[in-house]
């Protein structure tokens, strides 16, 4: 009780003195720029002798703050102390690790101990690393980087040969491949990261499936070095280059319209690999809204400066083209096409940069249905994680495409797979959820009104269907909650009034979408939805739609 006492007390101290304690250390000639190299050194020490030390964790998370911390520092005052701060910890992870790796990491103390330097070099924030590369010599982030690369088997970037994956824990593997990816877009590598760790870790693969069989390939490291990329992708998007982006598009790509099995993989695995493969698309996705969201802030910001110091003999010139504009040219000509993929209305996705299809429809395979829903899964999870300031341009740019095909006709079980709408109904649902508002259809052709009244009929006659089959219920599923969060919005909406969507900005009051005749048409459907369907979350979605709907009436 005591030592819990205790332990609650510093925790508390911690948090009281932490932004105290950062700006001591970061602007106050109190402390002298070696004193703040041995302090960090201390803490690092503290961690690296007693990796279970509570007290020194709280102590060195309260020094160098959280991601909200960062937000408040006046970077331009401390840059120099920051740059020394990175060195610093690197340095010492860089020491330490060389120390211990050849422990063994089978035995749990080697293990605690081979795991807490690179704790240790995790939690420095990306902001310092970014901030460290622009006017100092990246070489300990290049020393880091390939280190560990080596130890994860992923490249020898001075061979340029693969290496077996070293016999590590899965928490170090991962938590190593995670840093890398924190530190290898600072490190200033010549070389793209294709050419240095995605190309000689992933061709084989490549290869493999064009034989279709892979024995050889290691697919745990595939595994590892598209998770590492997923981290690339969303810490430095400005950073990498349209070749690499390429790169990862055609491999995810060829990945999800494989066959059923990858010759002789661990069958276990390729779900995996698609999964991972998603994960990496939705990250690309979400790339290009960040990108297009830093252009946006910063071109705002130009302007405004621009406005403030303009005198009337002054010249204004504007000729050096966006940084980005051709990144955003890559990415929206390929999400038009995965879309159309997805909805089957092109059978090729393309490269905007170059004559090269990475994606090609095979009609009649079942791998391009697969493929179909596994990219409109990776609009789903972007659609969950693109950051909330950046959900709306992503629904004006994919929500004409999922609305207008989803109510063009009935379900068929081939382009129009169940599975298929399935994933678009939850796509629209998580957008709807996450802006609470129909705005976010504005740029569709047809009016928000008749949009929302055709999506709420459609997902009745989906819940209507007699089929019984997992596919239906997955689309039930889906019809469900966007019937519920349509019904919550317009309720919300028809009382306090909504944004029409135009640029006067005026409002319709007591906008009312739903027409009585479809919330009494479905509230007779939902009570009979224990005949239509024997899944569990169906019934208990519509348990829960019938009883909003009742108590509203």
């Not at 000639?29 to 961690?47: H, V």
């Not at 990816?181 to 990261?193: D, E, I, T, V």
Request: net charge neutral.
């Amino acid at each position: 009780g005591g030592a819990a006492e205790d332990q609650s007390v510093y925790q508390k101290k911690c948090l009281k003195n932490a932004k105290a304690w950062r700006a001591a250390l970061l602007y106050h000639k109190i402390c002298t720029d070696e004193g703040l190299s041995l302090f960090l050194s201390a803490c690092g020490k503290l961690l690296f002798n007693g990796p279970n030390n509570t007290e020194a964790h709280e102590l060195y998370g309260a020094i160098l703050g959280d991601r909200q911390d960062q937000e408040t520092i006046d970077f331009h005052k401390c840059k120099k102390r920051i740059k020394i701060a990175s060195e610093t910890l690197v340095r010492l992870g860089l020491s330490e690790l060389h120390r211990i790796e050849n422990r063994d990491p089978s035995i749990e103390t080697n293990r605690l101990e081979r795991i807490s330097p690179l704790c240790v070099i995790r939690r420095i924030p990306l902001i310092y690393f970014r901030i460290y590369r622009e006017d100092e010599d990246a070489e300990p982030l290049q020393t880091l980087s390939t280190m560990l690369a080596k130890k994860l088997g992923l490249s020898n970037i001075e061979e340029g040969e693969n290496t077996k994956l070293a016999s590590i824990t899965a928490d170090e593997r991962f938590l190593t491949a995670d840093i890398i990816a924190r530190c290898l877009p600072y490190s200033g590598h010549s070389n793209s990261l294709s050419e240095m760790y995605l190309k000689p870790s992933l061709k084989p693969l490549l290869k493999a499936m064009e034989e279709s069989s892979i024995p050889s390939v290691n697919i745990g490291n595939v595994k590892l070095v598209i998770y590492m990329s997923c981290h690339i992708v969303q810490i430095a998007p400005d950073i990498i280059s349209i070749d690499d982006y390429a790169f990862l598009f055609s491999v995810c790509f060829k990945i999800i319209l494989r066959d059923a099995t990858i010759g002789g993989a661990d069958e276990n695995m390729v779900p995996d690999l698609e999964t991972a493969s998603i994960n990496l698309l939705c990250s690309c996705v979400c790339a290009n809204y960040s990108l297009r969201y830093q252009e946006s802030k910063s071109t705002h910001s130009t302007s405004t400066k621009l406005i403030e110091e303009v005198g009337d003999r002054t010249e204004i010139r504007n000729d050096r083209p966006s940084k980005n504009e051709s990144t955003k040219v890559f990415f929206s000509g390929i999400q038009k096409d995965m879309i159309g993929f997805a909805q089957g209305d092109v059978v090729k996705v393309r490269d905007p940069t170059r004559d090269h299809a990475f994606l090609t429809s095979i009609p009649g395979s079942n791998s391009t249905w697969s493929a179909r829903v596994c990219l409109l899964n990776t609009f789903v999870l972007a659609s969950q994680r693109c950051a909330i300031e950046k959900i709306h341009a992503f629904a004006l740019d994919i929500l004409p495409s999922l609305s207008s095909w989803v109510l063009a006709g009935s379900i068929d079980g081939r382009a129009r797979h169940p599975l298929c709408v399935a994933s678009s109904l939850q796509c629209i649902f998580t957008i709807l959820q996450r802006t609470k508002n129909f705005s976010c259809f504005q740029s569709c052709k047809r009016s928000i009104e008749i949009i929302i009244q055709n999506l709420f009929q459609f997902s009745i006659d989906a819940i209507a269907l007699t089929s019984t089959s997992v596919d239906a219920s997955a689309l039930r599923v889906a019809s469900l909650k966007l019937m519920m969060v349509i019904v919550i919005i317009d309720q919300s909406q028809s009382e306090g009034g909504v944004e029409d969507g135009s640029s006067n900005g005026t409002t319709k009051a007591g906008l009312g979408c739903i027409p009585p005749g479809d919330l009494i048409r479905v509230i007779s459907t939902l009570r009979g939805i224990n005949n239509l369907d024997q899944d569990g979350s169906v019934r208990q979605l519509a348990a829960h739609l019938l009883g909003f709907l009742e108590a509203n009436r």
